[in-house]
């Protein structure tokens, strides 16, 4: 596998992670809803982080990528997550 298949590979498996959590940060910045002390980007990285933890979990639990629960807990933590910056 050469370093580019490699880092297309990394980049495949990461897409559902930033992808929903841009989704998610973007809500938040709309509703310019927030925890006091936590910028834009702390916020949009603790949503990544959170859901690439989310699918190490899934590819070591399952042993393989791609299952629907593994996207279904990905969706659950970083909403969580979400709602725990939005400040309920």
Do not use: E, N
């Amino acid at each position: 596998m050469t370093l580019l298949s490699l880092l297309a590979h990394f980049a495949g498996f990461v897409a559902p992670a930033l992808g929903v959590g841009l989704l998610l940060w973007a809500g938040l910045r709309i509703r310019r809803k927030g925890r006091p002390g936590f910028g834009a980007a702390m916020q949009l990285s603790m949503l990544c982080v959170a859901g690439v933890v989310v699918l190490l979990v899934g590819l070591v639990y399952f042993g393989r990528d791609g299952k629907i629960a593994t996207y279904a807990a990905l969706v659950l933590a970083q909403g969580t997550v979400a709602w725990w910056l939005r400040g309920r």
